[in-house]
Each structure stands twice: as structure tokens, then as C-alpha cells.
């Protein structure tokens, strides 16, 4: 689907977005915001380069992809957001982010973010690499504000 026919898509679903968002306990004061804050992020990714690089992703990609794993003697669950293969062979961990941050020291911002998600990040690397052994490079995306970090990520770490 081309990016104009997305934003089409988009405005036709902004009702059902609503809807869904009410389902889930979204007090009615909040839902008209929350679906123009979910039509500009998505309405960013689909207009931004890199928003279209992860979409799209490489060989074995993967959406909302559900991990489990035993610490402790129970089973924990993770998902991670966005994780691909691209042409150079290298595993990406996405997580997308909602925070937004306008004005300001949008770069710290971003390096706060980058720095409070690293151990979430890694720890899905972990999972990852006992799966298969590509370089890993973890990323953050943020959608409403077209904001990104990547860092690489070595097993060990």
C-alpha cells in the first residue's frame, strides 16, 4: 500500500480506533486525543524514511514478537515491538516509543530515552541470540515525534 492510500485507510479507521480505545477503559475526555495522537504517529512513520525502513523491514520480520523465558522458576513473557534482518545480515530490535517531546533539548531527550530502554532492549538481545547469531543493533523509534537512536549490541554485554 502506498503512503496516500495508508493515510485513507487511516482516516477511515479513526472511528474504530475510538472505539477500541473506549473498549479498553479510555475515559471519553481522552479519546478524541489519543486517536489524533495514533493518526499523526502513524501518519509520521508512514511520511518518514526511516518510519518506512522499519515498516517494511527485511527477511525474517517480525511484528509484536512474543518471547518466553524462566527466571526464577517462572515463566516470563516479552515482546518486542519491530525485529528484522537487513540486507547487510544484521538483526534489528526495534521498540517503538510514544514520548514526545517539543522544543527543548529534543536530543537529550533522546539520549535519556535511549539510556532508561538500553536493559529492556538488551535483554531482548540476549533472547535473540540464543536463537540465531546475526550482529544485533537496537534501535528506538519515535513515531509522534520522528525521533531515533541505535546503538550495537555485542553478546557478553
Not at 485513507?8 to 473506549?22: E, F, I, K, P, S
Not at 535483554?123 to 531515533?148: C, H, K, Q
Amino acid at each position: 500500500m502506498q503512503s496516500a492510500d495508508w493515510s485513507a485507510h487511516l482516516l477511515g479507521q479513526q472511528a474504530n480506533l475510538a472505539d477500541q480505545l473506549r473498549q479498553y477503559g479510555l475515559p471519553e475526555r481522552d479519546v478524541e486525543k489519543s486517536v489524533e495522537a495514533v493518526r499523526q504517529a502513524l501518519q509520521n512513520s508512514l511520511s518518514d524514511s526511516r518510519g518506512q525502513w522499519l515498516l517494511s523491514g527485511g527477511r525474517d520480520n517480525q511484528s509484536e514478537y512474543a518471547l518466553s523465558r524462566m527466571v526464577e522458576g517462572r515463566l516470563s513473557r516479552l515482546v518486542i515491538d519491530r525485529t528484522f534482518i537487513d540486507e547487510d545480515g544484521v538483526r534489528w530490535i526495534i521498540d517503538y516509543k510514544t514520548g514526545y517531546r517539543s522544543g527543548g533539548d529534543v536530543d537529550g531527550f533522546l539520549e535519556q530515552e535511549r539510556l532508561r530502554y538500553t536493559p529492556q532492549l538488551e535483554e531482548y538481545a540476549r533472547l535473540i541470540s540464543l536463537m540465531s547469531d546475526e550482529p544485533v543493533r537496537l534501535g528506538l523509534y519515535f513515531p509522534r515525534m520522528v525521533g531515533w537512536r541505535e546503538w550495537p549490541w555485542k553478546a557478553g554485554d
